[in-house]
Nanobody, 120 residues
């Protein structure tokens, strides 16, 4: 069983930046970020393969968010720049034994989530 712990969320003004981190208790293959805004379904944000050679991002965050990982630390990061109020959500880290991209139901492990609030 792999435990995931997210950190780095908070309150930021529109146009600002935040970096989310997710530390895993063991080795994982793909890791990803999803988010859920109040009253909305959980949605895919970004994913990265174990090597980092493959990444996927949802269209609305391309050019603003960057996913990366440090396998020596079993940690994945989400650098979020040019934040918008519509990015406000609880952000969840997920990890899987294969590369799952945006297929949320395939990820075996999930974190508890970290709140990101972007004020206008």
């Amino acid at each position: 069983q792999v435990q995931l712990v997210e950190s780095g969320g908070g309150l930021v003004q529109a146009g600002g930046s935040l970096r989310l981190s997710c530390a895993a208790s063991g080795r994982t293959n793909s890791m990803g970020w999803f988010r859920q805004a109040p009253g909305k379904d959980r949605e895919f944000v970004a994913a990265i393969s174990w090597s980092g050679g493959r990444t996927d991002n949802r269209n609305s965050v391309k050019g603003r968010f960057t996913i990366s990982r440090d396998n020596a630390k079993n940690t994945v990061y989400l650098q979020m720049n040019s934040l918008k109020p519509e990015d406000t959500a609880v952000y969840y880290c997920a990890a899987g034994k294969g590369y799952y991209g945006d297929y949320a139901s395939w990820y075996e492990y999930w974190g508890q989530g970290t709140q990101v609030t972007v004020s206008s």
